[in-house]
Every structure is written in C-alpha cells, then in structure tokens.
C-alpha cells in the first residue's frame, strides 16, 4: 500500500451532503450553493504530492492545486510496434527525457498524462521483446521506462496522470497503426492484471493520478450512450463489441467480450493502493457528464471507498465532437437540459479535462474556452483543471507543439500556451501572446490554501528504477490521427 488515507469523517460528511445539493436542479440558481473546502483534510507528506480534499486537489503543503499540461503521445502504441521505442519525441534517448521536460517546463504545465497500452505493460500477446524484456525488478522494459519518465516528471516538480488508454481482450493486441485497430468500449479481464501492476507499481508515489480508462462508449460506439444503459455499462460492465481489428466505429463488430466496468477497475486498484486519486469519465468516449454524480456518488457516497474519486471529461471543438462542445463557456458547455453539469460535479469534486483540443487545430474555439475555465476556477470555487492534447507535432493530430526541441506552440497550442502566459505561469517568449499576464504559481490558485494540521515532511519510496532499458534510436511509425468520432450523431 502508498499510504493510509488522511481524510477525516469530517471532510467525508461535507462532500456527502454537497452531492446531494449538487443534485439538485435548483442548487445553481443562487449564489448559495454549496462548496466544499478542504481546510479539514490533511495534505500528503512529501516533496510532491497530490490528494483530494472536498472539491480541490491540494499539495503537499496544504495549497489548492490546478491541474494545466499535456497529454503525452506514443507511449500507447509505439511499445506494441516492432522497432518503434516508447515515445514519438525523438529527443527521447533512453531515461534521458531533458529536451522534453525542458520544453514543458518552459509552458508552466504542472501535469503530463501519461497513456499506455495495457497489452504492453503486461509484456502479452505478442508485443515485441524490447518491451516485453523483464527486468531485475520483475517489470519489463515499458514499464520501467514509464516509471523512469514519471520519476523525471515528478523530479521537474510535474504531476503525472497514468492513463489506461489502449486495451484488448483475450489473446489480442492493439497497436493502434493503420487504419485498424480502434479503441475498445470498455475494460476487460487483461484490464484486471493490469491495474493491480501499475498500482503495485507506483503505490509508493504520491505525485501520481491513476485515469482508470481513457474513453468509454459502451454499449457501442454507434449509438448514443448517455442513457441509462450506457451510464449502466460504464459503472458494472456489459457485453461489448470488439473494436480491436475494425476500420470503421459505425459499423458494429460481431466478435463480443464481457467489458467491466469502473467499479472493477476501482476494486482492482484498492486492492493494492489505498489512496491515489482516481479519476472516471461517462460515456460517449468520456465525453458525458450530465449522470456522473448520480453513477459515481450514488446518494452522495462516493463508489471509492478511499474517497478520492475525481472527474474526466474529454472535449474537443468544434462544437459537435464532444457532447460538452455545445459553448466555449465550460459553465454552459454541455448539452441541454443540464447545461451546468461540469460545474454541478465541480462544487462536489475536481474535474479533470484530460483531452482538450480543436480536431480542425484552430485555437479559435479554444482561446475562450480555456479562459472560461480560469475564471470558473477563481470565481466559482472550483478546480477544473485541463491537459491539452496533444504533445506532439503530427500535423493536427491535434498537436499542441511544432518544434519538439523547443516546444515552439502550434496554432492550436498557442491558445493553451498563452492562457498559461496570462496566468503568469510562462514567459510568453515561444510565441506572440496579447494581454497582461497575472502573478502566480505552477501549482496554486489565488484562492486561500486549506488549513494544513500536518508539518511533518517525509520523503516516499520511490517506483522501481529503470536499469536495463535501453530504447533503440529508430525512426517512429506513422501515426494517424485520433479517433474521435463527432459526439453531434449521438
């Protein structure tokens, strides 16, 4: 086990009795509305940590934490392709992630999400030997150097988000090249071995947020999920269409495996780390919110019994890729009759946007909307943070960056870079940016800290290290771009 959970009754009775405010239509309508802050909770001890507390993710010293970053590419297909490495960024050499990290650090971003492939991290069906190699710790050659990038990570003082991005069931492997090999609605028995790896993995690394899958879309992907069957699907599992070998998300495959749901994944977790924070996306490749307290805090009980379950969401513009597109307000940006949904899980707990992007890589859309976000965190009590996607320069893939080397943003990313810029977190220097940026911090809001009862610092065991991979310098496979499916046709 990482750590015993520090939360008191107190703080669990608070975010109880938000819930069911929260639930309630009316509970936005007045200035009145609860909000839950964690001046009762008690931070983790560490140099870097991270933990809920009511509806904020706080530090180690007790300060409100707002999550900004980028997700990472490759790490989720690359192992599963003969000769292509780990990562796409070709400044990557071994463990030595400097250029990168450098790169980010020169944006302010406080989280990189860090997305594997399930099949890999087990070393199964058939992934090449340079990933599947076992190491003298017991964990092979992927998992080592993604432990070895997260150690680098938290070493810059940034979180990372491990997300469970890619997976398949049974004896089958996902590489995600081509035209084949789609994303799968759901978790499944692999999913099991996986999280309590990983978990056992990183129980000791308290700067790590587990994402226990990227992107439901039970029943299937061509019908719409935000009813009481896919929100059913998401929470206990179903039977589900295999999309591991298939071109096409409208048509449905024939070939079934009994998906879980993320009560199992969360089970699974628990049953080897009792308090990394989680986070949970809805349906419609995590893109609903509407039933997401109702599913996740059934009568204001949270289904962690760690209680320190957050939400995902995934938006993309134009608005009709995502079901929260709607606006480029985040308060209004999902559809109606439950406009304020986003807002209506925040007063509860932390919502994560850990996609957010433009799929034509404009940062049109994006520029207001990351605003939106900034000014619902300070006005409204909240952390909704956001992870960009993604750090790479596919050409829109969408990709936040140009330049690996410099992490020169794209037209898109300049929307998060200089958002970043006017929060006083960059120096504006990689590109234009208008405005005049506020004072601040990496890693706190302007919102007064939580009371912290703990003053005792000590130091975690840190994730096994990585001694004996080493990450052929090859040239990376084609990419294509990421399969998101218009949220307007369903």
């Known amino acids: 086990m990482r750590r015993t959970s520090t939360l008191p009754i107190l703080c669990v009775l608070l975010i109880m009795a938000a819930v069911l405010v929260a639930l309630s239509p009316s509970s936005f309508n007045s200035n009145t509305r609860p909000t839950l ?26 300060q409100a934490v707002v999550l900004r970053g980028a997700n990472t590419e490759g790490t989720q297909y690359d192992c599963a392709q003969s000769g292509a490495g780990f990562f796409d960024d070709p400044t990557i050499s071994g463990t030595n992630f400097s250029t990168e990290i450098d790169a980010m650090k020169a944006w302010g971003i406080n989280i990189v999400r860090v997305n594997l492939n399930e099949e890999c991290w087990l070393g199964i069906n058939g992934v090449p030997s340079s990933t599947s190699a076992v190491g ?19 070493a810059a003082s940034i979180y990372a988000e491990v997300d469970l991005h890619l997976n398949a069931p049974g004896s089958e492997l996902i590489t995600d090249s081509g035209s084949e090999d789609y994303q799968n609605p759901l978790p499944e028995s692999n999913s099991d071995a996986f999280w309590k790896s990983v978990g056992t993995y990183f129980a000791n690394n308290p700067a790590v947020i587990f994402g226990v ?13 935000d009813t009481s069957v896919g929100w059913g699907c998401d929470l206990n599992g179903c039977i589900v269409p295999d999309y591991t070998d298939t071109s096409n998300y409208n048509v449905i495959p024939s070939t079934t495996y009994a998906g879980e749901g993320m009560k199992q994944m969360i089970t699974d977790i628990r049953s080897v780390d009792s308090s990394t924070p989680l986070l949970v996306g ?3 490749w995590a893109g609903d919110m509407d039933q997401w307290l109702a599913t996740f805090y059934p009568n204001g009980v949270s289904i962690d019994p760690s209680n320190q379950l957050a939400a995902s969401v995934h938006i993309y513009f134009p608005s009709g890729n995502s079901p929260c597109s709607v606006t480029t307000n985040v308060t209004t940006a999902c559809p109606s009759p439950n406009a304020k949904a986003i807002m209506q899980v925040a007063a509860v707990t932390p919502v994560l946007i850990d996609e957010v992007g433009d799929l034509t890589c404009s940062a049109k859309n994006l520029t207001p909307f990351l605003s939106s976000v900034d000014q619902a965190d300070a006005a409204d009590n909240v952390d909704i943070g956001y992870v960009g996607w993604s750090w790479t320069t596919y050409s829109c893939d969408p990709n936040l960056i140009s330049s690996w080397t410099t992490g020169k943003p794209s037209t898109m990313g300049a929307a998060e870079y200089c958002q970043l810029y006017l929060d006083g977190l960059n120096n504006g220097n990689l590109t234009t940016c208008s405005g ?14 939580p009371t912290s009862t703990t003053t005792t610092t000590t130091t975690t065991d840190p994730p096994p290290t990585s001694t004996t991979t080493t990450v ?15 949220g307007g046709n369903r």
Do not use: M, W
């Open 282 to 284: 809805g349906p419609d």
């Open 436 to 449: 005049t940026p506020t004072t601040s911090t990496t890693t706190t809001t302007t919102h007064p800290p």
């Open 136 to 154: 003298p710790n017991g964990y092979n050659a992927y998992a080592n150097e993604i432990g070895a990038y997260v150690s680098a990570l938290n």
């Open 37 to 62: 802050t964690a001046a009762t909770c008690t931070p983790t001890p560490g140099s870097l940590t991270i933990t809920i507390c009511g509806n904020r993710f706080v530090n180690q010293a007790g």
């Open 213 to 225: 899958f990227n992107e439901p879309f039970a029943p299937n992907a061509a019908v719409n999920g």
């Open 472 to 486: 052929p310098t090859t040239t990376k496979s084609t990419r294509p771009k990421k399969k998101h499916q218009g």
